[in-house]
């Protein structure tokens, strides 16, 4: 999924969701526990600290497999880390087909391409391939993208 916010872009995948109702059903599960386990401090502590660390990691994930792009900078949040790029040293955003997860699957995945001829591949932020040259989402994000960019250049 993209859209337009403000003066940028945001692309985000929709595989956020899993991790996230993942976390959220281990706190519904281990919460409970925290009234429970009020007398014995060794399974409270047990608990608090799972029941805090899922709380943490949901509201990243929530947040996680997202690109930011406005004029100024490039952001990318995944579970653990947020990354941030001057706008200037990014040159475009590209797609391609990769191969990614245990199961070797072949995703659309974005990448950002810097103007020093690297490119980071964004794994998290990737679709199922389209049908008999279909074009995806993520096709389409990374078209947005780069015209925002070309206008961004030319003002």
């Known amino acids: 999924m993209f859209q337009r916010r403000g003066n940028g872009w945001v692309v985000q995948a929709k595989s956020r969701l899993m991790p996230t109702a993942?976390?959220?059903?281990?706190?519904?599960?281990?919460?409970?526990?925290?009234?429970?386990?009020?007398?014995?401090?060794?399974?409270?502590?047990?608990?608090?600290i799972i029941v805090g660390t899922c709380l943490l990691l949901g509201g990243r994930s929530w947040r996680s497999a997202t690109l930011i792009v406005d004029s100024r900078e490039v952001v990318v949040r995944s579970l653990l880390r947020t990354r941030r790029w001057p706008r200037s040293a990014v040159e475009g955003f590209v797609v391609g087909t990769r191969l990614i997860g245990p199961g070797r699957w072949p995703r659309r995945v974005i990448g950002i391409a810097f103007c020093d001829g690297t490119t980071r591949w964004l794994n998290e932020i990737n679709c199922r391939p389209g049908r008999a040259g279909r074009v995806v989402w993520i096709d389409q994000a990374s078209v947005?993208?780069?015209?925002?960019?070309?206008?961004?250049?030319d003002s």
């Not at 959220?24 to 047990?46: I, K, N, Q, T, Y």
């Open 22 to 48: 993942f976390f959220a059903l281990v706190v519904l599960v281990e919460a409970p526990g925290l009234s429970r386990d009020a007398g014995r401090p060794g399974l409270l502590a047990f608990d608090a």
């Open 144 to 153: 947005a993208l780069n015209e925002s960019s070309r206008d961004n250049r």
